[in-house]
């Protein structure tokens, strides 16, 4: 009931290429979606977040799409760069700011 | 950067022993959470502090304890450490109020138990 679920363990994309991950859980308490970057050596850094209540939020080169029925979320990275290259989590929380539960994390390779 | 840092970088220790890890939350935070990261790993979380008073704890066994202090800084401490208990801890802190939703964490401490 508190798992989150992450694909693809790993992801290898070409430069000016779209990165597409996918998470899925099953609790429908759930009310805050955010996905987290991390680099080697450094703590997560917050990418973008989103609420059950719209189905789409961009920011920049990111998009969050998110399907309450199927109870599902993904992150699209779109015109991908070497920069991107990193460890993308998704995480849920049911209570506005208490324990966020994460995903395995995707492991993205940009090539250039 | 997201203005939490936490002390120290790495720490080295055998099983058996205590350990203390240290984090100072983001200018006008009152609410801290510490998760703990295996490699190759999600965090997983460990608890949270609101206003000096635990509000919520995940599964992690009694000998994993916390202190949030009056400047909302905090401590996390392991007794009798494990094998298993090496990791990369991370804190992080929230703004609470009506904007309770984001957590910024810090750098991390990697703690290694021999």
């Known amino acids: 009931q508190q798992q989150v679920k992450q694909s693809p363990q790993s992801l290898i994309v070409q430069k000016g290429g779209i990165s597409i991950i996918n998470c899925a859980y099953e609790?429908?308490?759930?009310?805050?979606f955010p996905w987290y970057q991390q680099f080697p050596g450094k703590g997560p850094a917050l990418l973008i977040a989103?609420?059950?209540?719209?189905s789409e939020k961009k920011e920049g080169r990111f998009t969050i799409s998110f399907n309450k029925s199927a109870k599902q979320f993904s992150l699209h990275i779109m015109d991908s760069q070497p920069g991107d290259s990193a460890t993308y989590f998704c995480?849920?929380?049911?209570?506005?700011?208490?324990?966020?539960?994460f995903g395995q994390g995707t492991t993205l390779q940009v090539k250039p | 950067e997201t203005g939490v840092t936490q002390s120290p970088t790495h720490l080295i220790k055998t099983r058996g022993q205590q350990v203390t890890l240290r984090c100072s939350s983001q200018?006008?935070?009152?609410?801290v959470s510490w998760y703990q990261q295996a490699l190759g790993q999600g965090p997983q979380f460990i608890f949270q502090?609101?206003?000096?008073?635990?509000?919520g704890r995940g599964n992690f066994p009694p000998r994993f304890s916390g202190l949030q202090f009056p400047n909302y800084s905090s401590e996390l401490n392991v007794n009798a450490l494990e094998l298993d208990d090496s990791a990369l801890y991370l804190c992080?802190?929230?703004?609470?109020?009506?904007?309770?939703?984001?957590?910024?964490f810090g750098p991390g401490t990697r703690l290694t138990v021999l």
């Open positions: 992080a802190s929230t703004q609470g109020g009506a904007h309770t939703d984001t957590q910024y």
């Open positions: 609790n429908t308490a759930f009310d805050y």
């Open positions: 989103i609420r059950p209540d719209v």
């Open positions: 995480a849920a929380s049911a209570d506005g700011g208490g324990k966020l539960i």
């Open positions: 200018s006008g935070h009152n609410t």
């Open positions: 502090y609101y206003r000096e008073e635990e509000n």
